[in-house]
Nanobody, 120 residues
Framework: QVQLVESGGGLVQAGGSLRLSCAVS?????MAWFRQAPGKDRICVAT????????DYATSVKGRFTISRDDAKNTLYLQMNDLKPEDTARYYC???????WGRGVEYNYWGQGTQVTVSS
């Protein structure tokens, strides 16, 4: 069983930065950050492999967002720089306990999400 609790969301002006955190309890392998804006599908914006060696990003955030994991602190992070109004969404931390990783695999544990709002 894996439990995930996100924090760090808020209101920021365009061009600003935020760092999201996800406290992890239990044994998670691959992890990811997803986001969902009102009326839109949930998309995976960043994912990290179980070894923390490999990462992958959605095209829309590549070069601006960085996913990382501190296993000693049992925490997953998403550093978001140069935020844009279109980044406004609820952001979710997700974990996978099976083999495999990436933006196309199924994640079986989810947090409750944290809201990020970017004003223009």
């Amino acid at each position: 069983q894996v439990q995930l609790v996100e924090s760090g969301g808020g209101l920021v002006q365009a061009g600003g930065s935020l760092r999201l955190s996800c406290a992890v309890s239990g044994r998670a392998r691959a992890m990811a950050w997803f986001r969902q804006a009102p009326g839109k599908d949930r998309i995976c914006v960043a994912t990290i492999s179980p070894s923390n060696v490999y990462t992958d990003y959605a095209t829309s955030v590549k070069g601006r967002f960085t996913i990382s994991r501190d296993d000693a602190k049992n925490t997953l992070y998403l550093q978001m720089n140069d935020l844009k109004p279109e980044d406004t969404a609820r952001y979710y931390c997700a974990a996978r306990t099976g083999a495999g990783w990436g933006r196309g695999v199924e994640y079986n544990y989810w947090g409750q999400g944290t809201q990020v709002t970017v004003s223009s």
